[in-house]
């Protein structure tokens, strides 16, 4: 009891202008009307000030009622009534407004959410099917989810993150299809997470994954909220976050990676081929560069004699090994695609796709590099892009230079003992508790343990 009062005495309106000392966007205003008066202090920036005209200061005026008046502000949807002072200051910094009225401080909830509207998606790219994108205000993240799946048992729990920016986060599940182990431990690498600042997605992600050093995401980042309805139906977790317009999605299997939300509108077989095409592409995007430098520098009597002579044909005039003319057209390709990435958008496709033919057409003319060498590169850029999620995207792009140095370094065997490696990698991974490598399982996880309340 000595405590709470204690505590009571500490909250005045002159202790949190104090703590809020040199803040030039604090408004501290005095209400008065005949029948009494109230004060209210807000922060302008973050408060929306239609909101405080319209519920804080015309209700106050039209009751003439201080009594009344306090009575309406404390059961108002929003408003809290607190006590203690650090969760008064959380509460300041958040958008509410704090109104002390008859020697009693109601707060109430003014956050002006400056956020972009709905709009299409831009880095999952769809021909049919729902096309509006997670904005970053979670409010109507929610709503998007909740159209959508509508079922009373999807749950949802929501927390604070960050010490500094105290981001608000939402776990959305299906309490009859999750995998109550996973969302176990997912509460609790969440509530034992120390960061000062979150502000997106993917560095939540980051802090989540438990492994230190990985090559392959072990939890999907997206933009769409029908892949998040999609997964939560098969029993996973989506995660979101207030500030970004990205969801987490886990657990995730290495073939998550490679379906397209358009895979589920195609018919069946037409869907499954083009997963078969996707996969394909990594295969391409990871041993065409490495087998090109194994035929041409230690193997070339694998290929038939017209290819291999028409290799050589090709590199007649290059003056350095196969090996550093792949580096070079790699990382050409490289730099091609990052300015593709970081130019406006005016100007980045133009920019880009002249200086590829300019680049290639000269390199080529120069003799620097091989005829073959620029319709490998080619090849294997547009394969890479086949993947749907950006992600797995660049762990490709990473990962074939593993297999260009065993080549380079051992010749076909070295590309042999990278992909026994590779494989043998993937299946030992798991994304929290699950098999990583269930190529070909069916895409619902944890579905021995998906009765209602039971555990797996």
Not at 30 to 45: D, E, I, R
Request: hydrophobic share 50%; net charge neutral; charged share 20%.
């Amino acid at each position: 009891m000595m405590a709470e009062q204690q505590k009571a005495e500490e909250i005045s309106l002159q202790w949190i202008k104090g703590q809020l000392d040199n803040f030039a966007d604090l408004e501290d205003r005095q209400l008065t009307a005949p029948a009494g008066s109230v004060k209210l202090l807000y922060v302008k920036s973050i408060t929306d000030p239609q909101i405080i005209n319209r519920s804080i200061i015309a209700p106050f005026y039209e009751m003439n009622d201080p009594a009344a008046y306090k009575e309406y502000l404390a059961h108002y949807p929003g408003s809290e009534a607190v006590k203690d002072s650090k969760q008064v200051l959380d509460l300041m910094l958040g958008g509410y407004a704090c109104v002390e009225v008859e020697q009693r401080f109601i707060f109430f909830d003014a956050l002006k959410a400056e956020t972009s509207s709905v709009s299409q998606t831009m880095t999952e790219s769809i021909t049919q099917g729902p096309s509006d994108a997670l904005t970053e205000n979670l409010a109507v993240n929610l709503n998007l989810i909740r159209r959508r799946y509508q079922s009373a048992e999807l749950k949802m729990e929501s927390m604070l993150i960050g010490n500094i920016s105290r981001t608000k986060a939402a776990i959305l599940y299906d309490d009859s299809r999750v995998n109550h182990q996973v969302l176990d431990e997912l509460r609790e690498r969440l509530s034992t997470l120390r960061v000062d600042i979150l502000q997106a997605a993917g560095e939540l992600e980051k802090y989540i994954n438990s492994d230190k050093v990985r090559i392959f995401p072990k939890t999907i980042v997206t933009e769409r909220p029908d892949r998040v309805v999609f997964n939560l139906a098969e029993g996973k977790i989506a995660v979101m976050l207030d500030t970004t317009g990205f969801a987490i999605v886990l657990p995730v299997i290495f073939n998550d990676f490679f379906v397209a939300m358009d895979d589920k509108i195609q018919l069946p077989f037409v869907g499954r081929f083009l997963k078969l095409l996707r996969i394909l592409g990594v295969a391409m995007t990871l041993w065409l560069p490495a087998l090109y430098v194994a035929f041409t520098s230690y193997n070339p009597e694998i290929v038939r004699v017209q290819i291999a002579l028409l290799i050589a044909g090709s590199r007649a005039t290059v003056p350095y090994p196969s090996f550093v003319e792949v580096l070079i057209m790699l990382v050409m390709m490289e730099f091609l695609t990052e300015a593709s990435l970081r130019l406006p958008r005016a100007i980045g496709p133009t920019a880009t796709t002249v200086g590829g033919l300019i680049l290639g057409q000269a390199a080529t003319a120069a003799g620097l590099v091989g005829n073959i060498m620029i319709i490998l590169v080619s090849v294997v850029a547009i394969s890479n892009f086949m993947i749907p999620l950006n992600m797995m995207s660049f762990s490709i792009r990473v990962l074939k230079y593993l297999f260009v140095i065993a080549a380079a370094a051992v010749g076909l065997v070295g590309v042999v003992v990278c992909l026994v490696g590779f494989t043998m990698y993937l299946c030992s991974q798991r994304s929290f508790g699950q098999p990583y490598f269930k190529m070909f399982a069916l895409d619902r996880l944890g579905s021995s343990g998906t009765q209602k309340g039971g555990r797996s």
